[in-house]
């Protein structure tokens, strides 16, 4: 023996409501790959629904995934249950991702004495009143001794420092970031629509995004119907799943735009996706900082987005066009813009890629962090030496 001590990774444990196919869930996916191919944190993570589609991922990664159900409504145990797990598995440091995970997750970690690091995600608008005002309470409580809050984008540090109380000096922005390797592949174009059964002709016009009341895909069908008057040969292709699918189903039969809009779901084949689109769309109400919008844009993919905190952040004027949210006909005018105006959509596409690889790097968000990481076991560590 030599003396030497090997110094050994820091287990740490994400807590996120679930594994479905998102943009916390591929952030999550993402860090840990980073984390596995380091020495300094091995990862877990902890979900309170099962069978999420990005589960197999992680445990392809040898990333162990801990599902600890959650019961309908307020499940007062599920502290416990946390607080059981991570003294059972030993982990040294507990993220949580968005409130509920917050609420449920961080009295998990506190009960066992381990640090909590949490990332605000989206703001609590996209609950309804009565249950931000009861998360508001909650969080309050003990959201002030968290070590240290992260946010996706900046709009989100007002809300955490006049509701929750959590004072600046413990809050950290920290942008999304990907890496755009993956987004700058080329395609056959041809082959893709034939594969997606499009005709060759169309113009593609896709959305990326759950289906849900935040994102608002009915305000962009309605948009369609009038892109359509000027652009017989568009497509609309939504790729997402979510609870409002069949509702937005009848929708497009309502508008009678059947034949021209395609319902993917959930896809594994995004960035090929991105390569095939003509123009990207979010129609979005509420947003934190949407990945969706990040790949796009490293895609080269000319944007049309809601003008609404977080995008506003992300988009800039050589990146995108922004429309007001809510408003069918503004969102038709951008995208048909787009669709027609000579040179327009290679500009905003060019613009948008240079603004992701100079602002939105992944390899800065990783390690932003994990200085955070670091900082906050360093502070523990410091609180035991004698």
């Known amino acids: 023996m030599n003396g030497q001590v090997t110094k050994r990774p820091r287990k740490l444990l994400f807590v996120n409501y679930s594994l479905e196919t998102g943009g916390i869930e591929t952030l999550l996916l993402e860090l840990s790959r980073a984390m596995m191919s380091g020495d300094r944190y091995r990862p877990s993570v902890c979900v309170f629904e099962a069978d999420g589609k990005l589960q197999e991922e992680f445990e392809a990664m040898d990333v162990p995934v801990h599902i600890v159900r959650k019961r309908r409504s307020r499940d007062y145990l599920l502290p416990f249950r946390m607080r059981n797990l991570i003294r059972r598995e030993g982990y040294e440091l507990v993220h949580a991702h968005n409130q509920v995970s917050w609420l449920y997750g961080g009295l998990g970690a506190l009960l066992a004495g381990r640090p909590l690091v949490y990332t605000e995600h989206t703001s609590l608008a996209k609950f309804q009143t009565a249950q931000q005002k009861n998360l508001k309470m909650a969080l309050r409580l003990f959201g002030r001794k968290t070590r240290l809050v992260t946010t996706v984008a900046r709009h989100l540090i007002p809300s955490l420092e006049q509701d929750i109380g959590i004072p600046s000096s413990r809050i950290r922005n920290i942008y999304n970031g990907i890496d755009p390797e ?205």
């Open 182 to 386: 993956p987004y700058q592949i080329r395609i056959e174009r041809d082959r893709k629509l034939q594969e997606l059964g499009l005709p060759l002709a169309s113009r593609i016009i896709g959305i990326v995004a759950s289906l849900t009341e935040a994102k608002d895909h009915a305000t962009l069908l309605r948009a369609f119907t009038h892109v359509l008057q000027q652009v017989p040969d568009a497509r609309l292709l939504i790729v997402g799943e979510g609870p409002l699918e069949a509702g937005l189903r009848d929708l497009v039969d309502e508008l009678a735009i059947g034949g021209h809009v395609h319902f993917l779901g959930v896809r594994r084949d995004i960035p090929e996706l991105l390569q095939l689109f003509d123009v990207f769309t979010l129609s979005s109400l509420i947003e934190g900082l949407p990945i969706s919008l990040l790949e796009a844009m490293a895609s080269a993919c000319p944007v049309v987005a809601t003008r609404i905190p977080g995008v506003d952040e992300l988009v800039s004027d050589d990146a995108g066009i922004l429309v007001p949210h809510s408003s069918p006909r503004e969102q038709a005018a951008a995208l048909v813009r787009v669709l027609t105006e000579e040179g327009l959509a290679e500009r905003l596409g060019q613009g948008g890629q240079e603004r992701v690889l100079q602002q939105f790097s992944f390899d800065a968000m990783i390690r932003s962090y994990l200085s955070c990481y670091d900082e906050v076991l360093h502070g523990m560590d410091a609180d035991r030496t004698p």
